[in-house]
């Protein structure tokens, strides 16, 4: 599963809602800023959660071990 797509399904928010479907389009849209008020924290809950999918795999990939960078070794909370 992408990271889009594991993300968007990770958010709590449903698949259908219109910040998911842009965000997991095969040629993603942008303009969130355009969608109505009621929609801007689902569209941040998708965004923030597929950001955090990607990030966790990057550094799983490209850190493991190696990274010196004091913000990815915080303790758990």
């Known amino acids: 599963m992408s990271p889009v ?19 997991c389009m095969d040629s993603p849209r942008y303009g969130f800023a355009a969608l109505p008020a009621d929609e801007h924290v689902k569209a941040f809950r ?19 071990g190696t990274c010196g960078h004091a913000w990815h070794h ?4």
Not at 5 to 23: D, E, F, I, Q
Request: proline residues 7%.
């Open 5 to 23: 797509r594991h993300g968007s399904a990770r958010s709590g928010v449903k698949a259908t809602a219109n910040p998911s479907v842009m965000v």
């Open 46 to 64: 998708v965004l923030v959660s597929v950001f955090s999918v990607a990030d966790t795999r990057r550094r799983q990939r490209y850190c493991k």
């Open 74 to 77: 915080l303790p758990p909370r």
